[in-house]
């Protein structure tokens, strides 16, 4: 009973909330409702709540919101059924479903807004204000130009109203409903950020403060437009503005051009134009730079200048942003004068606008090389410090060094590791496509980038260091080719000396070193640390082990003759097969064979002697009657080690190969003329042509003699000397190459081999030649009388047959002795087929002698002569070789001047 | 006096689920206000049939609007 009195209790309740009828009201409808009311509820088919169905129909629900984009009631209705499975009541299940059977086509009815309504009261139930409501208050939602014309709103007001407007509401309102659930489900937009603030009064005097932007301009009385006033505050923030690279209303952004429209209140329009022109031109040199600082920019070389770049623009925007805040938040009394702020900024604009003007620069450049910029600032700073600007000077002069640590790296890499980074064309060395052969790594491997127009593909400050960073690296790699290149210290420990421009001043001796000696001195420094040690490797590796001193030695006695006796041997051995008339005596096993016995102290597995192609095929009697054949094809080669070659060029291989048969065409006129022996011992006279031949051999022999001690002693021996001292001094590969080169080149030049001097060394082989003349005369007169002998000695015996038989086939002289080694008889017919038989000896003596004067003095002559006129360094030498030989002429005209040779 | 604490809090628990029910009639558009609500809570704690008792109140509500 209790149960149907506590139902009809609260059904009675139920009427009068929902039909809204009470019963003093109105008892008699009360009733009829109340009863029909409670037989609805008593006597009913429907069967009991299924929880299951339940819960599916509202996941349904929730899924259907979320199709039809209600997120925002989907997920408040997921966090409320969250929230009501941590209440454990028996009913929910059933009052869900009641009110799943009450609901009124949530998905297009609901609102979220009627949420909010339930809060309770002591929130604020009012309803959020919005820029729409704000704006149909006031009245200017329709004045849309409002907002286009104020530049300075156009990113932020505009922003907030577009999207406070279209944002949907449900997302912005599904947070202020939250509860605090532990499942944050919804997601935070930025929009739930914003605070919305409700300052009229402030937003009516920012109104007011920019109304003179679009004042139009009023008229004088006669109908003229005048310009618009504004005051002193309003133009600094206008030219702060532009300074920043904002908009603003007195200069258009991107030529900083003063609108004419406006003047201040209380100066003259020249005067506000010249001061407004002042920052006007500073704000182009800034937009200059800000454009730059936006550009992309692929090459860490441009990068890091841009970086520098937008470094200082920041610097000069927060100064800017200090001195602003002086005006919009005052402190103190603040004068605002157009002047003190063009002070102010002055110092700092200074700097960039020499910035500026290095972009400019860079901008008017065609096709301009990365490196260009370091050129221009390198030459910028130069002109600071001559200028004495000391605040641009360092402030270019870091941003130099910060830039140029960038272009140092392929430097770093190529001098420690002599590599080069892959596909860089900023750097000024390249690699030759083709691998070269291990002794033309040095020479043929790398190249010096070079542009169009010759000129080193290098800032033109490095220019004096390029060589040496070239050779450091080469050097890196020919030890890496020896397998000498250990990296005892890895880059990172590597100390290397700092390139910061405050080190590089402080080193400097005061405000006087000027910029370029300051960075040649701290990059020089930077590169003898990285220079000395490969190059000092590789020197001591090319001394020590692949021994240089023993290589030139051997060099020095096989092609220098150092050694005369070891030097005989040989050039006996080449000599002798001459005279014997052997035909196969440039056979080159034999040649080798010969050299490697004559020079046993020397590495003799390197020596290969071998005779050029027209020198073997010239007839052997040719050979040995002239030293202009045979000999200059004696070829001796000294196979040098490849590291070794870097040093020793094959051109200076070419030298020494000169000097070589300079001196075996010596040795062998010494030969011919020393092979004769003398025996005039007790002989009481001389008929008149022995007479004249030992004057004219013992000429020769003074002549040969004069030419070898002047070969040997004033030019192979001080030059090898020198040679030494100055290897012991080089530093690098390049300069022992260097020192070893002019070596061979300066021996060739003084032993008369140039070929300025060719007529000289002819004339000087003329005189060679005679020897060989001479010896053949001689033997041939000697035939001749032994023939003449052997007649008479027949036409005797014929006479006396009981003479004694002599020994046959030879005549001697008292006074002269045969060389036993001479030709074979059959031969001497080949030698003396030359001889002009025309011509008596003593005609032939006469003739040789007077040859010989001629040469001689053609030969002095034409040394003077050249001495006087060349600038060589050798000249001296050659002078003093005329010198030596004029002392002939002049005895000879002393003691034979009385006696022609005829 | 623990036995009070566990009313009170229990007192708590049912207001925040009619809260909760509240809002989510609200969500589900049931023109249902809060004293409705609790009554029908009520009835159905009672034993009444939920959808006998949707009917019934869908009856009162448009005779009562009438």
Not at chain 1, 6 to 23: C, D, F, Q
Not at chain 1, 261 to 266: A, D, S, V
Not at chain 1, 422 to 434: Q, R
Not at chain 1, 523 to 548: D, I, P, V
Request: one cysteine or more; aromatic letters at 8%; hydrophobic letters at 40%.
């Amino acid at each position: 009973m209790a149960y149907a009195a506590h139902l009809g209790a609260l059904t009675e309740e139920l009427v009068e909330a929902v039909a809204s009828v009470s019963p003093q009201s109105n008892s008699k409808r009360f009733d009829v409702l109340k009863e029909s009311t409670l037989r609805k509820i008593r006597h009913h088919s429907f069967l009991r709540t299924n929880q299951f169905q339940v819960t599916n129909e509202l996941d349904g629900l929730e899924e259907r919101f979320r199709v039809l984009n209600r997120d925002g009631l989907a997920d408040a209705l997921r966090e409320r059924l969250d929230a009501l499975a941590q209440l454990p009541n028996n009913f929910t299940p059933d009052i869900l479903h009641f009110i799943l059977k009450l609901s009124d086509q949530p998905v297009q009815n609901s609102k979220l807004r009627d949420l909010e309504l339930l809060k309770t009261p002591d929130e604020d139930l009012e309803s959020p204000l919005k820029w729409a409501d704000i704006a149909k208050e006031d009245g200017w939602d329709q004045d849309r130009g409002l907002w286009e014309n104020v530049d300075f709103a156009d990113d932020s007001s505009d922003g907030e109203y577009v999207d406070i407007d279209t944002k949907s509401d449900a997302s912005v309102e599904s947070q202020d409903t939250s509860l605090s659930s532990v499942e944050a489900r919804h997601r935070r937009l930025p929009t739930d950020y914003l605070t919305l603030t409700h300052d009229r009064a402030g937003f009516k005097t920012v109104e007011e403060t920019q109304s003179w932007r679009h004042q139009s301009s009023p008229k004088s009385a006669t109908g003229e437009p005048q310009k618009i006033t504004i005051t002193e505050l309003q133009a600094v923030r206008e030219v702060l503005f532009m300074l920043r690279g904002l908009d603003s209303t007195l200069f258009n952004k991107k030529q900083a051009v003063l609108s004419p429209k406006y003047q201040l209140n209380h100066t003259s329009w020249e005067g506000y134009r010249s001061l407004l022109e002042s920052f006007g031109e500073a704000g182009r040199q800034l937009y200059l730079l800000r454009s730059f600082a936006k550009q992309l920019q692929n090459i860490p070389l441009m990068q890091v200048f841009q970086h520098a770049v937008e470094t200082r623009l920041l610097l000069f925007d927060t100064f800017l942003s200090n001195l602003e805040a002086q005006f919009v938040d005052i402190k103190q009394d603040v004068a605002v004068s157009l002047v003190k702020v063009l002070n102010e900024i002055k110092p700092h604009l200074q700097p960039l606008s020499s910035f500026s003007g290095i972009i400019q620069g860079l901008n008017q450049a065609k096709y301009p090389h990365p490196f260009h910029y370091l050129e221009l600032l390198f030459n910028a700073t130069n002109i600071a410090h001559m200028e004495g600007d000391e605040n641009t000077y360092k402030f270019l002069g870091t941003v130099f060094f910060e830039c140029f640590r960038v272009y140092v790296r392929p430097i770093r890499l190529w001098m420690e590791t002599g590599e080069l980074l892959e596909g860089d064309k900023t750097f000024f060395i390249s690699k030759s496509s083709t691998q070269a052969r291990m002794s033309q790594v040095w020479k043929h491997q790398f190249k010096l980038r070079k542009t169009t127009n010759g000129t080193l593909h290098a800032p033109r400050f490095l220019h004096p260091a390029t060589n040496k960073i070239f050779t450091t690296g080469k050097s890196i790699v020919v030890l890496k080719h020896m397998g000498r290149h250990v990296m005892t210290n890895g880059p990172a420990q590597t100390q290397e000396p700092p390139l910061e421009f405050d080190e590089a001043y402080a080193c400097g001796e005061g405000a006087l070193t000027t910029f370029s000696e300051i960075f040649n001195t701290a990059f020089g420094n930077w590169m003898q640390s990285k220079h000395h040690a490969a190059s000092s490797t590789l020197r001591q590796a090319l001394f020590e082990s692949y021994g240089l001193w023993s290589v030139l030695n051997d060099l020095e006695h096989i092609y220098l003759m150092c050694n005369g006796a070891q030097s005989d041997t040989f050039a006996s051995a080449i000599f002798s097969n001459f005279d014997l008339l052997n035909s196969r005596w440039h056979d080159r096993f034999t040649l080798t064979e010969v050299a490697r016995e004559a020079y046993a102290n020397v590495d003799t597995n390197r020596i290969a002697v071998s005779v050029s192609g027209e020198h073997c095929q010239s007839e052997v009697h040719e050979v040995r009657k002239t030293v202009r054949k045979g000999l200059p094809g004696v070829t001796l080669s000294y196979r040098l080690p490849w590291p070794i070659q870097i040093v020793l060029s094959d051109e200076s291989l070419d030298h020494y190969q000169a000097i070589f048969t300079l001196l075996i065409q010596l040795r062998r006129a010494c030969y011919m003329l020393q092979r004769h022996h003398l025996k005039i011992d007790g002989v009481a006279e001389m008929s008149y042509e022995q007479t004249r031949f030992y004057r004219l051999r013992s000429r020769l022999l003074w002549f040969c003699s004069s030419l070898q001690s002047y070969l040997t002693t004033l030019v192979i021996e001080p030059l090898t000397a020198e040679l030494h001292g100055d290897l012991r001094q080089a530093e690098d590969i390049d300069d022992l190459a260097a020192v070893h080169s002019t070596y061979a080149k300066r021996m060739v030049d003084e032993a008369c081999l140039g070929s300025k001097l060719d007529p000289i060394h002819q004339c000087m082989l003329d005189i060679l030649d005679l020897t060989i003349r001479l010896e053949d005369a001689r033997h041939a007169e000697s035939e001749r009388a032994q023939e003449m002998q052997e007649i008479s000695r027949l036409s005797m015996s014929a006479a006396s047959m009981t003479a004694s038989p002599r020994r046959p086939g030879r005549y001697m002289q008292p006074s002269e002795e045969e060389d036993e080694t001479f030709l074979a008889e059959q031969d001497r017919s080949v030698l003396l087929q030359d001889v002009d038989v025309d011509k008596t000896y003593a005609e032939l003596l006469a003739e040789m002698g007077a040859d010989f004067d001629r040469l001689v003095k053609f030969m002095c002559g034409g040394l003077r002569g050249v001495a006087r006129a060349s600038s060589n360094a050798a000249a001296t030498k050659w002078d003093t070789l005329a010198e030596m030989l004029e002392v002939g002429i002049q005895e000879e005209r002393q003691v034979f001047s009385g006696q022609p040779y005829v | 006096m623990p036995p009070a604490a566990t009313d009170n809090e229990k007192q708590q628990a049912a207001q925040q689920a009619v809260d909760i029910l509240h809002e989510i009639s609200t969500i589900l558009n049931c023109h249902l206000d809060r004293r409705t609500l609790s009554i029908c809570i009520s009835m159905i704690e009672n034993g009444v049939n939920p959808e006998a008792l949707a009917e019934a109140q869908k009856i009162d509500f448009a005779k009562g609007a009438r």
